[in-house]
């Protein structure tokens, strides 16, 4: 069965912290990693990546995959108490269908 | 960007009534669209997969006699969740993909609160 695990499931941390989320996932027929933000509404898009070893940035935000190990990580430097959200890792698998397979998420807050 | 809309935001309902929910894609075509529901503190858990034109695939575990989906066009597909209960309530949340990537863009959901 197809499943993505994501860990921790929650963090505490202050105001210019640096943060790692942690994303493994068992996916037949893998074709990408997909990181999202969800704050009181539906996700908005991070990152998608296809590529073992190729680093995605954003600002502060960076994400890589490592497709022989089977995980993801998503850092934030310097946090700030916008960056608290639910922080969601998904998984495109088999067929064409485009479906996603999403781990629990994990709840990152900033305190000032 | 690509924008996928939901209607309504939020609803309340009886207990033994039926709601529907629309889900749009505003400025593409979407030949795929997906429904999540999501209870607090949780993931999206993935209900079913409606494809355009044909009937739509359920998740295990889903009944698709209580929630009817329905895809009609390339913009808009429809949940109805049927005979709502208590249990129903949640954060019911769709997405679109177009013809060209597998990109998901998601509508900001509709909060069910069943009384």
């Known amino acids: 069965e197809d499943k993505v695990v994501q860990s921790p499931l929650s963090l505490v941390v202050h105001e210019g912290d640096t943060v790692t989320l942690n994303c493994s996932y068992e996916?037949?027929?893998?074709?990408?990693l997909l990181w999202y933000k969800q704050e009181k509404k539906a996700p908005t898009f991070l990152f998608m990546l296809?590529?073992?070893?190729i680093e995605k940035k954003s600002g502060r935000l960076s994400s890589i995959l490592d497709k022989k190990e089977l995980f993801s990580i998503l850092n934030i430097t310097a946090t700030q108490t916008g960056d608290s959200a639910v922080y969601l890792c998904?998984?495109?698998?088999?067929?064409?269908?485009?479906?996603?397979?999403f781990g629990q998420g994990t709840t990152l807050q900033v305190k000032p | 960007g690509a924008v996928v809309s939901q209607h309504p935001s939020w609803v309340i309902c009886k207990s033994g009534t039926s709601v529907k929910i629309e889900c749009r894609s505003l400025?593409?075509?979407?030949?795929?669209m997906f429904w999540y529901r999501q209870f607090p503190k949780q993931s999206l858990m993935l209900m079913a997969t409606s494809n355009e034109g044909s009937k739509a695939t359920y998740e295990q575990g889903v009944e698709k006699d209580k929630f009817l989906i329905n895809h009609a066009s390339l913009t808009l597909s429809t949940l109805t969740v049927t005979s709502a209960h208590p249990e129903d309530s949640s954060f019911y949340i769709c997405s679109a993909i177009g013809s060209v990537s597998y990109e998901q863009y998601f509508g900001p959901g509709t909060r069910l609160t069943v009384t």
């Open positions: 996916v037949t027929n893998f074709r990408s």
């Open positions: 296809t590529s073992s070893g």
């Open positions: 400025d593409f075509q979407a030949t795929t």
């Open positions: 998904a998984a495109h698998g088999s067929g064409n269908t485009g479906k996603l397979i």
